[in-house]
């Protein structure tokens, strides 16, 4: 099958294409791969979409693709692949598609760069107090001596926290290395060899929220992570720690957070909430102590054209009979975002 032309047809939400994928990107597909359509499926239902499912080895997916369950692949005898050009694949992969041999790769490691990047640049931010000494400065309008309102500021030799070794966990870690700063991480699935390799050290959740200058949450969304970050690991955090949130809003117990926030104990950075969109009288809005950003730390603007190279990518792989370099399994659902 390497060696013959293979039809990719893309399946996604409406407007998601122009995004992430340029014309340029589909219009260059190597030799040994076909696009069947430029207008992406919405829907596997319509009659357009029936006849493209049935010419379709390779189904290229992005955000809002419609759930590709085993009345789709009834409709796809030839597919043997989906690339999805985003992060996970939860929303769209039935395990019909695994239980039939369709083999599935996700974008996600591409996606955790820019999330990875954000990070970074918020740990710094924190540790050198920026946002609450520039703060002060807009208020006040006159000299300001930063060390003198916080004697701890600075990066050198302060402890950051990562929760959970993810893939964007793990590029967090790495991006730290040239930084003079004690990384701990805590994660039940980590191996005294794993943080061995990674260069950190592997701590108790309990030990990493109290002795933390920066607190970094990086789990995946799961039924067992639900309220993860709890009231009592809140209340465990020194005065003067920054807790910094871009894994999902459910994941901690917001109102004890805002209880010491509003206090003064805590600075927060969150770009992700529960809900997605803070109602307008949420007390985080108004609290000097937080910096909100609306889920801005993934792939977005021209961070999207690392997530259309991955996918495609993937499908020049494909096309000259090599492995897919960022497979997914059924099983690794369970424990993944």
Known sequence: MSRETLNVALAMGPGV?????????????PAGLRLLNHEPMEEFSSRRSLALLAETDILLTGWNCAKVNATVLDAAPRLRHILHAGGTVKNHVDSACWARGVQVSSAAEANAIPVAEYTLAMILLANKR???????????????????????????????????????????????????LEVVVADPFLTEA???????????LEELMESSDVVSLHAPALPSTLNLVNAGLIALMRTGTTFIN????????????????????????LDVTTPWVLPPDSRFYSNPNVLLTPHLAGSLGTE????????????????????LRFPVQDEDLAFTA
């Open 304 to 323: 999207l054209e690392r997530l259309a190279a991955t996918a495609l990518a993937e499908a020049q792989r494909i096309s000259r009979g090599e492995p």
């Open 246 to 269: 871009t894994a999902r809003g459910e994941l901690v117990d917001q109102e004890a957070l805002l209880a010491r926030l509003e206090r003064g104990e805590l600075f927060a950075v």
């Open 130 to 180: 920026v946002l609450q000494i520039a703060g002060t400065l807009h208020r006040e309008k006159a000299p300001v001596e930063p060390d003198g309102l916080f004697p701890d500021m600075g990066n050198y030799g302060k402890r950051v926290g990562i929760i959970a070794a993810s893939k964007i966990g793990r590029h967090v870690i790495r991006l730290l290395k040239p930084f003079e």
């Open 17 to 29: 294409a122009s995004r992430i994928f340029s014309a340029g990107h589909l219009e260059s597909l």
């Open 194 to 204: 794993d943080a061995q390799a990674l260069g950190v050290a592997s701590v108790e």
